[in-house]
């Protein structure tokens, strides 16, 4: 009997090891997630005040647009374009932009992003834009070379077209009324 009432506790212990594992996992990946999709609104953003009338708004991160143009929007073509060399991830590469996440000052230094998100706009045909983001999670190490070492990693892509009417007053941001 007492052999099967500690079998049993073995049995729970390793299980909840296993949810643990599991939950941590989960909200590593959904922190990567969060954050790569803070970088791809604001690449778009970016992007969006290229061709708003009022001008760009972003300065210094406007001319790090890649101009050589991807074709078409065949995935195959789009693999070929800027995101897809992993140099281009690098921190010392001229055309990433990193996004800083402001957080608040009551935030815990532990809750704080450690890694900020990026990511890369590309000029498309037909004035569009490729525009791909990458976020990481806290625990996340990146080597020299721009390549995840361990830790999670999220990728998030869009196909912006700012002629379709997404241009307002506040530059592509709706201002609450």
Request: with cysteine; hydrophobic share 40%; glycine share 6%.
């Amino acid at each position: 009997m007492l052999v099967i009432v500690s079998f049993a506790g073995l049995i729970a212990a390793r299980n909840s090891a296993t949810y643990e594992q599991f939950s941590n996992n989960l909200r590593t990946n959904q922190f990567a997630r969060q954050t790569a999709e803070a970088a791809l609104h604001y690449c778009e953003r970016v992007a969006i005040s290229t061709v708003d009338t009022v001008g760009p708004q972003f300065p210094l991160v406007t001319p790090k647009i890649f101009t050589t143009a991807v074709a078409s929007d065949d995935p195959t073509v789009v693999q070929t374009a800027e995101w897809n060399t992993k140099s281009r991830w690098a921190a010392t590469e001229p055309n990433l932009i990193t996004v800083t996440l402001n957080n608040s000052s009551g935030v815990q230094a532990s809750a704080q992003t450690k890694n900020n998100p990026s990511c890369i706009v590309q000029q498309m045909a037909g004035d569009r834009f490729l525009i791909t983001s990458r976020g990481l999670s806290n625990d996340a190490v990146v080597a020299a070379d721009g390549s995840l070492s361990s830790g999670s990693e999220v990728w998030l892509q869009s196909v912006l077209t700012p002629g379709i009417p997404t241009v307002t007053a506040a530059h592509g941001v709706e201002q609450p009324l």
